[in-house]
């Protein structure tokens, strides 16, 4: 388990966990080691308690997702429509490396059922790293501050797959980047409140051709 360092690095974790981050998997790295996993509370230090899916992967296996993989930033815009944390794309922060045309094309390309394309982004934390994982990238938070342009900070969001490791590695981080977004985009008709009037609308014909 790693203690998030720096003094400001660990208010905005402080920031963000309340607002849903410890949701999210995360990977932090030092010169011997890796851990991916997600951030906690203990006594009242946010941290990242480690899952121990990259034992006996070096650091430098993991560098291209800092070096060359941010895609973007986890962050809390206020004043928006949805409550959660926000994703932003790539051209919607400053981000500490420059992407490739190709991976600014690929981006580009890459849109939602909205329109909206990855490196424009703007949206649900899971709406974001749904389309992520749409569009074959692997999202995965880095502990690394990225500062919005429309003012603020986040944290830097990688595409895993830049990383050197296995592919059940890939497979596993996949499954926990997905139990993350499904609880919150999945409604079970439980959860829908219809009111009389639109109930009428939407079963009244079919109400009637069947008698029920």
């Known amino acids: 388990m790693t203690a998030v360092s720096s003094v400001s690095l660990k208010e905005l974790c402080n920031d963000l966990f309340e ?23 203990e006594k009242g ?4 308690r480690d899952r121990g899916l990259l034992k006996g992967i070096s650091p430098a296996s993991v560098s291209p997702c800092w070096d060359i993989g941010i895609i973007g930033s986890l962050c809390f815009l ?11 794309g ?14 600014t094309d690929l981006l580009g390309r890459m849109r939602a059922n909205s329109g909206e394309t990855a490196i424009t982004f703007k949206g649900s ?3 974001g790293f749904k389309l992520l994982l749409d569009g074959h990238l692997l999202p995965v938070v880095l502990p690394l501050p990225v500062e919005v342009r429309s003012g603020g900070l986040g944290l830097a969001v990688c595409d895993f797959r830049y990383a050197a490791t296995p592919l059940s590695v890939l497979s596993q981080i996949n499954d926990l980047v997905m139990g993350a977004i499904e609880r919150h985009l999945t409604v079970s008709v439980e959860n829908l409140e219809i009111e009389n009037m639109e109930f009428e609308k939407l079963f009244g014909t079919y109400i009637g051709a069947t008698g029920t």
């Open 45 to 48: 230090q946010v941290v990242l």
């Open 90 to 103: 790539a051209d919607l922060c400053h981000i500490p490396v420059d992407l490739s045309s190709t991976r």
């Open 19 to 41: 607002r849903g981050l410890g949701e999210f998997p995360a990977m932090a790295r030092d010169a011997e080691r890796v851990i991916l996993g997600n951030f906690v509370k």
């Open 78 to 88: 206020p004043g928006q429509e949805w409550e959660s944390l926000s994703f932003v």
């Open 125 to 127: 934390a899971y709406r």
